[in-house]
Structures are given as structure tokens and as C-alpha cells.
């Protein structure tokens, strides 16, 4: 057996485990700036992007891949209006409960990543077009995008509370 290394599917990989490594403050309930909302989204999109971009993709995968995205954006956004913040507004920063709704997320973005990367490496690297696992990394990086834009909006209207940010 032949493995053929490809150089986009490892920095694929370590894109993913960054936007799972950033999703650990969430899970243990400390405060943290505002900005840091953003940026297991920004990783995880930028990963699921990839994903689309190493497939000969037929325009039947783009549109699942912009409706999956849609749709986890859309849960996103109703899992981000049900979490509970308090918010410092004086130094920006922002704490949420305890919740592994993000890690979950992002630990199957990194999934999705290690089946897609896996077929690359071994030369396999065609999935059938209902079971790409870019599908599947959009849907997920979609919910993370939609939680964290609308837990920022209420962020910003939320009444000020004291956090000691470390």
C-alpha cells in the first residue's frame, strides 16, 4: 500500500485540533475576553473550507455544503440564545456556563478531518457526493459559528457583572 503525504491535509488537521483547543476555556467555565468567542469558529471554518477545497467537487456538493453550513448556523444560533453569560462589560470579557456543546462540535469537525485526511493519505480521496465528510465539517463549524455570533449579540446587550479575568 501506497501512502502519498499531502502537506494541505496535515495543516488541515492541526487547523482542527486548534479550534478544539481553543474550545477548552468554555468547558471550564472560566471568563474569557469577548474576542475569544471567535476563534474555534474562525478555526473550524477554515477547516471545513479545506475540507471543500481538496475535493473534485461537483456543484451538488457545494449547495449541501452551503445548506449544511445553513443549518447548522441556524441551531447554532438557537443552542446561543439558550446559554446562560455573565458579562463584564468594562474589561470585555465574558463568562458562560460549564457547557461542552462547542468541544462536541469541534472534536467532530476534528473527526470528520481524520476520515477526510485518512482516504487522502491512502489515495482513496473520492466520496460518494451525500457523504463527503466536508458535509459533515460544515454542519458542525455552522453550529459553532451561529452559537458564537449570537451569544456575542447578547453579550453586548447583557448587564454588566464583575469577573476577575486571569
Not at 56 to 67: N, V, Y
Not at 70 to 93: F, I, N, P, T, Y
Not at 124 to 134: K, T, V, Y
Amino acid at each position: 500500500m501506497i501512502f502519498t503525504f499531502n502537506l494541505a491535509a496535515l495543516l488541515n488537521v492541526l487547523l482542527a485540533v486548534a479550534g478544539l483547543w481553543a474550545t477548552l476555556p468554555e468547558t471550564r467555565g472560566k471568563p474569557v475576553k469577548l474576542w475569544r468567542l471567535g476563534v474555534p469558529p474562525i478555526f473550524c471554518t477554515v477547516t471545513a473550507i479545506v475540507m471543500l477545497a481538496n475535493t473534485p467537487t461537483p456543484h451538488l456538493l457545494e449547495f449541501m455544503w452551503i445548506g449544511a453550513a445553513l443549518a447548522g448556523a441556524v441551531v447554532g444560533m438557537v443552542a446561543g440564545s439558550r446559554v446562560h453569560l455573565e458579562v463584564d462589560q468594562m474589561w470585555g470579557a465574558i463568562r458562560l456556563r460549564r457547557s461542552y456543546a462547542g468541544l462536541a462540535s469541534a472534536i467532530g469537525v476534528l473527526l470528520m478531518v481524520f476520515a477526510d485526511s485518512i482516504a487522502l493519505w491512502m489515495g482513496i480521496g473520492l466520496w460518494p457526493p451525500g457523504h463527503d465528510p466536508a458535509i459533515g465539517a460544515a454542519l458542525l463549524s455552522g453550529f459553532l459559528d451561529g452559537r458564537a455570533w449570537r451569544i456575542a449579540a447578547r453579550a453586548v446587550r447583557s448587564p454588566h457583572a464583575e469577573l476577575h479575568v486571569d
